[in-house]
T-cell receptor
Framework: GAVVSQHPSWVICKSGTSVKIECRSLDFQATTMFWYRQFPKQSLMLMATSNEGSKATYEQGVEKDKFLINHASLTLSTLTVTSAHPEDSSFYIC?????????FGNGTRLTVT | GNSVTQMEGPVTLSEEAFLTINCTYTATGYPSLFWYVQYPGEGLQLLLKATKADDKGSNKGFEATYRKETTSFHLEKGSVQVSDSAVYFCALSSDRGSTLGRLYFGRGTQLTVWP
């Protein structure tokens, strides 16, 4: 069964609003979670590494003020897309690390209108 | 640095055909290697993995062998089914320092199997 739960699975929002995506590890504690973004017909791009109890580490070119990551507990990380714009429309996927990071959420399809 | 180069698709096959999707990598240290599968509209599912040289990962009829000498991890299946239609990603996981646990993905290969 799924060991990483991502919610919501899809969301439509208006331009200028903020959207929060949750990633939960269901039966283990994840000190590290990873957030990826996937453009249509392309590979996954790592956005940031989320560390419990500390600030996230963002990849080069990812705006930390736009993509806010909070890893408040050992089982929950959230990604908030602030002031969303149509170009933020994408598929966002989280991964939780238990040993080797094998476990992915089912992804969130974000559409900004 | 770490990177994965994967055969570009799309790949179109008839049912029961033989499948090979090539994957090569560059890495520092001793990475673990993975194949993930993504069905339409879904997240990634681990298909198989290998953690050291000469290991063979296998699952659902798919196989891949970790070849250190050729830095490759090619995915094979002897007889594909329509239900295998998906995007396949080759990936490696670093075993070092600040990048420990991070996954590096290939660009993905779209497989379509026709009945």
């Amino acid at each position: 069964g799924a060991v990483v739960s991502q919610h919501p699975s899809w969301v439509i929002c208006k331009s200028g609003t903020s959207v929060k995506i949750e990633c939960r590890s269901l039966d283990f504690q994840a000190t590290t979670m990873f957030w990826y973004r996937q453009f249509p017909k392309q590979s996954l791009m790592l956005m940031a590494t989320s560390n419990e109890g500390s600030k996230a580490t963002y990849e080069q070119g990812v705006e930390k003020d736009k993509f806010l990551i909070n890893h408040a507990s050992l089982t929950l990380s959230t990604l908030t897309v602030t002031s969303a714009h149509p170009e933020d429309s994408s598929f966002y996927i989280c991964s939780a690390r238990r040993g080797i990071p094998l476990h992915f959420g089912n992804g969130t399809r974000l559409t900004v209108t | 640095g770490n990177s994965v180069t994967q055969m570009e698709g799309p790949v179109t096959l008839s049912e029961e055909a033989f499948l090979t999707i090539n994957c090569t990598y560059t890495a520092t240290g001793y990475p673990s290697l993975f194949w993930y599968v993504q069905y339409p509209g879904e997240g990634l599912q681990l298909l198989l993995k290998a953690t050291k040289a000469d290991d063979k990962g296998s699952n659902k009829g798919f196989e891949a062998t970790y070849r250190k000498e050729t830095t490759s991890f090619h995915l094979e299946k002897g007889s594909v089914q329509v239900s295998d239609s998906a995007v396949y990603f080759c990936a490696l996981s670093s075993d070092r320092g600040s990048t420990l646990g991070r996954l590096y993905f290939g660009r993905g290969t779209q497989l379509t199997v026709w009945p």
